[in-house]
């Protein structure tokens, strides 16, 4: 496999399941992102991780929990989930999250909250 | 303000037109300038990458950055309907990763 893959593709969950988006990247990156995308607004930062600490969260709600075990998996945990959270949520690596790299994406899971 | 600028289009172009896709932004530390391209129901995908100011060419597409004015364009000529897609500008200051994007040009190119 090449790349970043993610999975689900689609998921679908009530306000109280509890689910978990997973990403894996196949490009020797050492830096990983969450970013969230929604209709008609730019791509929204989430979380940051860089050799698998985080460095960066970006006023996410504690419903989102992510978990980075090595520098080519990253996760995200989802509880208690609002209808607003409904969105496309995308994966992203780059070589350190060092000084301006391009980051890479996959294709994201499409979360639909009822 | 927001820090990045872009028309969300729609823009619909006949097959063959010169497309011109631009965004303007606020903070003047931006060092580094991407174009992504994103087809329905895929993730964005890297199509142009450019450092401070200039031009850069890659077969039909040209990134242009204009430091000055704070204002960087993406060119495509002889467009197909394959170009038809969003295009997301997004742009980072040179001392972190972190990169702020525009809304996205949804564009269509039309047999």
């Known amino acids: 496999e090449t790349g970043v893959t993610q999975t689900p593709r689609h998921l679908v969950m009530g306000m109280t399941n509890k689910k978990s988006l997973k990403c894996e990247q196949h490009l020797g990156h050492n830096a990983m992102y969450w970013y969230k995308q929604s209709a008609k607004k730019p791509l929204e930062l989430m979380f940051v991780?860089?050799?698998?600490?985080?460095?960066e969260n970006n006023s996410v709600p504690s419903r989102f929990s992510p978990e980075c075990p090595n520098s080519s998996h990253l996760f995200l945990h989802l509880h208690t989930l609002q209808p607003e959270d409904s969105a496309l949520y995308l994966c992203?690596?780059?070589?350190?999250?060092?000084?301006?790299?391009?980051?890479?994406f996959g294709d994201g899971t499409r979360l639909s909250i009822l | 303000q927001k820090e990045v600028e872009q028309d969300p289009g729609p823009l619909s172009v006949p097959e063959g037109a010169i497309v011109s896709l631009n965004c303007t932004y606020s903070n003047s530390a931006f060092q580094y300038f991407m174009w992504y391209r994103q087809y329905s129901r895929k993730g964005p995908e890297l199509l142009m990458y450019?450092?401070?100011?200039g031009n850069k060419e890659d077969g039909r597409f040209t990134a242009q950055v204009d430091k000055s004015s704070k204002y960087i364009s993406l060119f495509i000529r002889d467009s197909q309907p394959s170009d038809s897609a969003t295009y997301l500008c997004?742009?980072?200051?040179?001392?972190?990763?972190?990169?702020?994007f525009g809304q996205g040009t949804t564009l269509q190119v039309k047999p």
């Open positions: 997004a742009m980072s200051e040179g001392d972190t990763g972190k990169l702020i």
């Open positions: 992203a690596s780059s070589q350190d999250g060092q000084r301006g790299q391009p980051q890479h």
């Open positions: 450019t450092y401070s100011s």
């Open positions: 991780y860089n050799f698998k600490e985080q460095t």
